[in-house]
Every structure is written in C-alpha cells, then in structure tokens.
C-alpha cells in the first residue's frame, strides 16, 4: 500500500464521522501523490503526513450566556491550531449552528495550504461555536462573545494564533470578542483581524477575500487571452464574499445576473443592482428575496437552482459542499467555462473532478479566497508597525499577492506535468513551502 493510501486509511480510523476533514484530506493528499510518491522513503520515515494530518492542538470549550429572557443557554466552542511550521497560528471563526469538530479541522487543515499560497509568515488554524447569530439582539450577542473569548483568551496572542472572522462573525462580532480580550489581558495588540478602522483594522479588508477572488479569476482569463470584460457572472451567496466579488466583477466589465441566499435566489438579466444587495444584507440583514420585491427586472425562486442558469463563470461564494456533480453538469451544459471558488471547499469531490476532466478553468478556495487571510495578514503588518496605510495601497498590496498566488499555482502544475490543474497545483505550491519550514524544525 502507498504511503499516502496508508496515511488516509489513518485518518478516517482516527477521526471517525469527521467527513468533511476527510474529504479535505483526500483531496490534498491525493493531489500531492505526484510529489510525495517522489519523495516516499524519506517522507515515511519523518512520518511527515502524519504530522501534516494532526493538528498540534484542539480546543474545546463549553460557552455558557444568558439569553433576553434570563435563561442560561449552553454552546460548544473551539479553536483547532493546526500548524505553525511557518508562522503563528491563522484563521477565522465560524458562528454557525452547522459547526462541529471535523468542519473546523477541514478548515483549519484548508488554511494551512491557503496561507502558506500568500507568500506570508502564518500558518494555519480555524475556530468557532455552533451558536447561531441570526436572530439575536445585540445584547445576547455580545453575552455570547464575551463568554466565549473568556476562555479563547487562554490560548491565543498577537505572536501565538490570530483570528478573524467567518461566516456568522462580522464587525459586530469582532467588537465585542476584541474589546473582551482588552478587558482579559490588558494588551492592545493585534490578536484579531477583521478589526473596526477606529481600533487597529484595516482598509479593504471587507471587500478582500471577494476582490482577491476575481483578481484570480482575472489572472486565470489573461493567461488564457480573455478578460472579464462582457463576461456574464453567477455568483452563491449574498453575504461578505459575494457581495465585493460582485463589485469588483462589475468594476472590471462584469455583469454578475444572479446571487443567493440559503433559501432561494434572484436572477436580474439587467445585471444585479448592488446597492440594494446590500442594503438588505448589510443595513437590513434581511432574505435575497426582497430584491425581486424592489427590483422590477429581478425574479426570485426559492431552492438552490442558481447552477442552473446560464453563465460564463461561476463564483460559488456561499459553504462548503454546496455545488455538486448535478450541478456541476448543469454549468457545463449552459456554457459555463471558468469556475473560481470563493467559499471553502464549495464543490463536492465528484463536481471537482468533472471540471478537471472537462479542463474548464477552476480555481480552489484554497487559492481562490486566500484575499481575505493575505489582507488580515497585512493588517497584522500594520499593527506592529503601528500604521494606517491607504485603501489604494492595501488593495494594491492584494492585487498583487493574489497574482503572485496564480504564478506560483500555474507553475507548480506545469512543473509537474499536470499543467492547467490549478487544484493540484494549489496543494503542490502550498505543501512545498510548509514541508521545508517541517524539516528545517525538526520532529515538533
């Protein structure tokens, strides 16, 4: 048996009902089989997989906060720190009802190769609770934050493990979590990203994993002789990710005709007016179906049929596993060419490998949404410098991170003969650089 065959044998036993961490694993492990197959006696003997595969710390807590209504309700929270090879711990904090243990490993092991692509000094960890925001006064949002970095605090740092945000965690969130951790500790330190502008955030930082991702997107079509301009655009989601990949789509000659939400979608073939999207989403937090209601040109169906409308390029911006193979199919036959991934992990496994079979563009999270941690990166740069750069220089800095990421992407492929497959390339360029800082370590 092959080592990387071994190894995922491994890790399904060790991590039973995990499904997601073992669909992430797969998909990595299988992807690098070219280089690791290269490489096998002496990765076997550093049981360096092994390592790759287990976090070096899981935390979880229980979250206890009192509701409106006097009564005490109970969370679960963690925070998995999976490698720090290359840097302090990074990754965003998820509130949603969804969450368990093996969602925030497959992140937290997704950001590993995610941050490692941005060329910074971070590595990889995910977090977050199974409560769910929506619905919640502001009171008992910040009741369940501040008990929940009570004891978060415990484990993170400026220089130990950063997080941010995800979905369910915002500004708001971000607030009450960093003003908590004053309060704790005593420090003013960069120990959150996704900051206010008023206490140590960063400009762009909004807009940066949806700007980063048509960024990509647009350095995949110029390698190809094709642009953006005239190209028509779906995007899943209407939250942060979608929202700004919309904007910068249009601003580069886009015309994005759809977005969802977890009920249903609106389709707009005048192009979608996003100051609406976002007055329901950001101002109102209400449903995309009102859009229908306040756009004459828009129609709302309920479900998740968004992949079934015509489109040049999809942008799956929304959870994991949210398009599959049906979907998939349903793209190709209306002529969809380009595929970029703004959520993590959005394709299933079988709809990945029909858009590698069909050799249509398709870009993984792990390198299409890296905008986000590359901008919360730079501002943690700008926290220890003590600094406030202009929005023109961190979106510039994004731009250009984001074209490095294709170069280095498109290059691994090439190198190992499998060029165009971005995804195992993603996995090789990422992987190349966390094993070199492993084995300059030694065995930690």
């Known amino acids: 048996m092959s080592y990387v065959s071994e190894v995922m044998e491994r890790v399904v036993a060790k991590n039973p009902a995990e499904t997601e961490f073992h669909q992430a694993v797969k998909e990595v492990l299988d992807s690098l089989a070219l280089v690791i197959d290269a490489h096998e006696e002496e990765y076997r003997k550093m049981a360096l997989l092994e390592r790759l595969t287990e976090p070096e710390r899981i935390i979880s807590f229980r979250v206890p906060w009192v509701d409106d209504n006097g009564q005490v309700q109970v969370n679960r929270g963690f925070r998995v720190q999976f490698s720090s090879a290359i840097g302090p711990y990074k990754g965003g904090l998820r509130f949603h009802p969804s969450v368990n243990q093996g969602i925030i490993k497959f992140l937290g092991f997704e950001q590993i190769f995610k941050n490692s692509?941005?060329?910074?000094?971070?590595?990889?960890?995910?977090?977050?609770?199974?409560?769910d925001p929506k619905g919640k006064s502001d009171r008992e949002v910040m009741a369940f934050c501040q008990s929940f970095m009570t004891e978060l605090s415990k484990y993170i740092g400026a220089d130990v493990d950063v997080p941010a945000g995800d979905i369910g965690v915002g500004a708001r969130e971000i607030g009450?979590?960093?003003?908590?951790?004053?309060?704790?500790t005593g420090k003013y330190e960069g120990v959150l990203t996704g900051k206010g502008l008023t206490y140590g955030g960063s400009l762009v930082r909004t807009?940066?994993?949806?700007?980063?991702?048509?960024?990509?997107?647009?350095?995949?079509?110029k390698a190809k002789g094709k642009s953006l301009e005239g190209q028509t655009i779906v995007i899943s989601g209407s939250g942060n990710v979608a929202i700004y990949a919309a904007e910068k789509a249009q601003q580069l000659g886009g015309k994005v005709v759809a977005m969802s939400d977890s009920n249903g979608y609106v389709?707009?073939?005048e192009g979608i007016?996003?100051?609406?999207?976002?007055?329901?989403?950001?101002?109102?937090?209400?449903?995309?179906?009102?859009?229908?209601?306040?756009?004459?040109?828009?129609?709302?169906a309920e479900g998740k049929g968004i992949w079934t409308l015509k489109c040049d390029i999809a942008l799956p911006c929304a959870t994991q596993n949210e398009l599959n193979l049906e979907d998939a199919q349903a793209l190709l036959d209306n002529g969809c060419y380009c595929v970029a991934e703004g959520a993590n992990m959005p394709s299933t496994r079988e709809a990945t490998e029909l858009f590698l079979e069909k050799k249509i563009l398709f870009m993984p999270g792990k390198a299409a949404n890296a905008g986000g941690v590359a901008t919360s990166a730079l501002e943690m740069s700008q926290n220890s410098q003590?600094?406030?750069w202009s929005f023109e220089e961190v979106d510039e800095k994004l731009k250009g991170i984001m074209q490095g990421i294709y170069a280095k992407v498109s290059d691994a492929a090439a190198r190992y003969g499998v060029e165009d497959n971005f995804v195992a390339g993603a996995n090789i360029a990422g992987f190349e650089k966390v094993v070199e800082a492993m084995t300059a370590q030694g065995i930690v």
């Open 117 to 131: 692509l941005t060329g910074l000094p971070i590595g990889g960890g995910k977090g977050g609770s199974d409560f």
């Open 176 to 184: 009450f979590l960093y003003g908590q951790y004053k309060r704790l």
């Open 207 to 221: 807009q940066a994993t949806g700007y980063g991702l048509v960024y990509i997107v647009s350095e995949m079509l």
């Open 267 to 269: 389709y707009d073939p």
């Open 273 to 300: 007016r996003l100051d609406v999207v976002k007055d329901i989403k950001e101002v109102k937090r209400g449903r995309i179906k009102e859009y229908a209601d306040r756009v004459a040109s828009a129609a709302y």
């Open 386 to 388: 003590r600094l406030s």
